[in-house]
């Protein structure tokens, strides 16, 4: 795939996996154009004074609910990453209608506007929360993965494909834990963990978007793909921030889970495994994307890939390195 002929529109473009996608692909790919596409004016200026204003890059104002803004920003497009999303649990709980809106219709408004624009690809970023959820964030991301993959029955009247990744925690990210433990420890309070038995699959922002990029250069139409990732417990990050601070436990808050799951039993039958990661072929006997039959193995019967029984964990160096950087940003902004 060459990345210099693509015209990239990023939806929620100016968030944090955003602007580091856009970060990777100017220095390594230079597409013909990247096109920035959010609702955050302030967000979009931020870009610009933060060094992102280079000529290919496009800053387009816009709200995923809007179908005829998606329209016209994707004429041109070959290549959409489907980012944007209302992400907070407590949030989302709270305003589900507002997270349906944008996470399930305004997928589909995504999904509409690129078979319209004739885009070759389109790929969407999932989340574990949409594997048997139990919040409505999570059924709002299983719903738009149902969506992106089931909306490769129009393939036979237009050259779009879709596909989703789905991977855990993203450290770093808008609502992870750590700003939060690093605030508790610069206050001297102690840090609050909801349940200590906690498990979470862990990857650095940088190996989501390579995981995504890859996906991209790879993908047939219908698949999701799982990146094999670490898991660590929650104990051991707030150790890793804190040694020695006292912990309290708050209890789980309404939708939260103990431990993660990103493939269930009932997928592993369609997932084939290879090096580094799994993908999920659509159930549909006469669809593309059953491609990686032969370059992946088959799963046994029962797999479950879940964060307590993942065998690869984090060990506290590892965990000390990934949070180096965001533990150097948030200095950083104190001192500002």
């Given at each position: 795939m060459n990345w210099k002929n693509q015209v990239v529109l990023v939806t929620g473009g100016t968030g944090s996996f955003g602007k580091k996608f856009i970060e990777i692909m100017q220095a390594e790919y230079q597409p013909a154009k990247i096109i920035i596409f959010s609702r955050d004016e302030l967000k979009q200026h931020e870009m610009r004074l933060a060094g992102f204003d280079q000529p290919n890059l496009r800053y387009f104002l816009g709200d995923i609910r809007d179908r005829e803004r998606l329209v016209r920003a994707m004429n041109g497009v070959t290549v959409v990453v489907h980012a944007a999303a209302l992400k907070q649990v407590p949030a989302c709980?709270?305003?589900?209608?507002?997270?349906?809106?944008?996470?399930?219709?305004?997928?589909?408004?995504?999904?509409?506007?690129?078979?319209?624009?004739?885009?070759?690809?389109?790929?969407?970023?999932?989340?574990?929360?949409?594997?048997?959820p139990v919040n409505l964030y999570g059924a709002t991301k299983l719903a738009a993965?149902?969506?992106?993959?089931q909306s490769n029955t129009y393939a036979a009247n237009s050259p779009t494909r879709f596909s989703c990744v789905r991977y855990g925690n993203v450290i770093g990210s808008r609502g992870s834990v750590i700003p939060l433990f690093l605030q508790q420890r610069a206050n001297g309070t102690v840090l609050t963990?909801?349940?200590?038995?906690?498990?979470?699959?862990?990857?650095?922002?940088?190996?989501g978007v390579r995981f995504v990029i890859r996906a991209i250069e790879q993908m047939h139409g219908g698949e999701v793909f799982v990146p094999k990732i670490p898991s660590t417990r929650i104990t051991d990050v707030a150790h890793t921030i804190a040694p020695g601070a006292p912990i309290e436990q708050i209890g789980i808050r309404p939708g939260e889970k103990l431990h993660e799951v990103l493939i269930h039993e009932d997928e592993a039958r369609s997932t084939v495994e290879l090096e580094d990661m799994y993908v999920i072929q659509p159930a549909e006997a006469l669809w593309f994307g059953h491609e990686w039959q032969e370059k992946g193995s088959p799963l046994p019967d029962g797999f479950r890939y879940d964060s307590l029984t993942n065998p690869a964990w984090l060990t506290e160096?590892?965990?000390?390195?990934?949070?180096?950087?965001?533990?150097?940003?948030?200095?950083?902004?104190?001192l500002a």
């Open positions: 709980e709270y305003n589900p209608m507002e997270a349906i809106k944008t996470n399930i219709l305004g997928s589909s408004n995504v999904i509409e506007a690129a078979i319209d624009a004739g885009v070759e690809k389109v790929l969407a970023l999932s989340t574990d929360k949409a594997v048997n993965e149902k969506l992106f993959v963990i909801t349940d200590e038995r906690m498990t979470r699959f862990w990857l650095s922002l940088e190996q160096e590892e965990i000390r390195q990934m949070i180096a950087p965001i533990e150097l940003a948030y200095n950083n902004r104190t």
